[in-house]
């Protein structure tokens, strides 16, 4: 029985947690041989580009190029391109506002996703949706959502609509920790499992809603024990080991392509920033964050590919090259991009 108020890592005990992380060493090196060296190259770019999108975001935000809310990615970039980068070009994805990194990874250009972020008419949604609705119907990216949980029964209904029409195509969908407390989340779960819809619920569990920590707001400490009261299958996740959470993504993507079944993955993780560019942390302390960026994701995924002599330094230095050319020409987009037209108030309004 959980006691309340305990902090959700203080349950590990060490003994285990040793031999876990030498089981997990040699299932890395296996994963590393087995995967494509361009793909890893691609995994590593795409963390890469992620991080410095947001960092570049951050930086012109400040400077009022960037307005509204706007919420990071820093540090959970394991999670999206481990799981992402695991799917087909035909399959769904629908997320919460934390979205520009994983519309990137979708196939949305840096400088469509920028130049959203600006209000400018070169955006993906041409500027009228801004960072907390990215969204491409071409590319299979429904989304950026604002209000907690919506998203689940939206993915849902994607889901059921895959298996209506016939295809084996499945559905990603992401959502906070804090998300699971809604009664969407239970709701959507029941259906998915009764109906056998193909959908993969992702809970990026970075242990906190806003300034909230999951101790205080959560009355068990294991969001995927949850699926069990739908006898769904699920997984807990290591979200800075981008290995693993695209072999679990893997696993629950063969599960749905086969008869349909849904998973609920809960991939741990950390965000490094405040909730949002607003958000002065005051929450959390300071030796939390360092003890937590010690497992940073793109170190972690480098160290391996180096220990595995896959990629080397001259390899790492020319993919940081391309994603800071990549982010830097993203910004020139966008700064050059016009505002939309004053005509565009009236068009994709429901009235
Ligand atoms: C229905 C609803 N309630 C409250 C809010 C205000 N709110 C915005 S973000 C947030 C925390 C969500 O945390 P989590 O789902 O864990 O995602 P994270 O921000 O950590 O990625 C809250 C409560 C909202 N947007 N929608």
């Known amino acids: 029985m959980e006691k309340s108020g305990e902090p959700v890592t203080d349950t590990v005990n ?24 361009e793909l890893l190259r691609e995994m590593l770019y795409q963390m890469v580009l992620g991080r410095f999108f947001e960092q570049k975001c951050a930086e012109v935000y400040r400077i009022g190029k960037i307005g509204g809310f706007c919420h990071l990615y820093i540090g959970q970039e394991a999670v999206g391109v481990g799981a992402l980068m695991a799917l087909r070009d035909d399959d769904y994805v629908i997320t919460a506002y934390r979205d520009h990194v994983q519309a990137m990874i979708k196939g949305i250009t840096p400088e469509a996703v920028m ?7 070169g955006g993906n949604v ?17 989304g950026g959502h604002g209000i907690v949980g919506g998203q689940i029964g939206v993915g ?20 906070g920790e804090a998300a699971v407390n809604q009664g969407m989340f239970h709701e959507s779960l029941n259906m998915a499992q009764l109906w056998k819809l193909p959908i993969i619920y992702i809970c990026e569990n970075n242990q906190y809603g806003m300034g909230t920590s999951q101790t205080r707001a959560m009355s068990i400490s294991s969001v995927a024990q949850k699926a069990e009261a739908y006898g769904m299958a699920n997984e807990f996740v290591d979200g800075m080991d981008v290995l693993a959470v695209r072999e679990a993504t893997t696993r629950a993507i063969e599960r749905a392509r086969q008869d349909g079944s849904p998973t609920l993955l809960e991939i741990r993780c950390y965000r490094f920033m405040g909730h949002s560019m607003s958000d002065p942390g005051k929450y959390r302390t300071s030796d939390e964050i360092k003890k937590n960026q010690e497992r940073d994701p793109i170190f972690l995924f480098k160290e391996s590919l180096k220990e595995a002599k896959v990629f080397g330094d001259a390899d790492f230095a020319e993919i940081e090259t391309r994603a800071k050319e990549a982010v830097e020409k993203a910004v020139k987009f966008a700064d050059e991009s016009p505002l939309p037209d004053e005509k565009e108030l009236f068009t994709g309004v429901l009235a």
Request: hydrophobic share 30%.
């Open 14 to 37: 060490l003994k285990t947690a040793k031999s876990e992380h030498l089981d997990r060493k040699k299932a890395q090196k296996s994963s590393l041989k087995n995967l494509d060296k």
């Open 115 to 121: 130049a959203e972020l600006y209000g400018k008419s």
């Open 126 to 142: 041409g500027g009228k949706g801004g960072s907390m609705h990215m969204f491409s119907k071409e590319k299979g990216f429904f």
């Open 156 to 175: 849902t209904g994607m889901a059921y609509a895959q298996k209506y029409k016939g295809t084996d195509a499945v559905t990603l969908c992401f959502f």
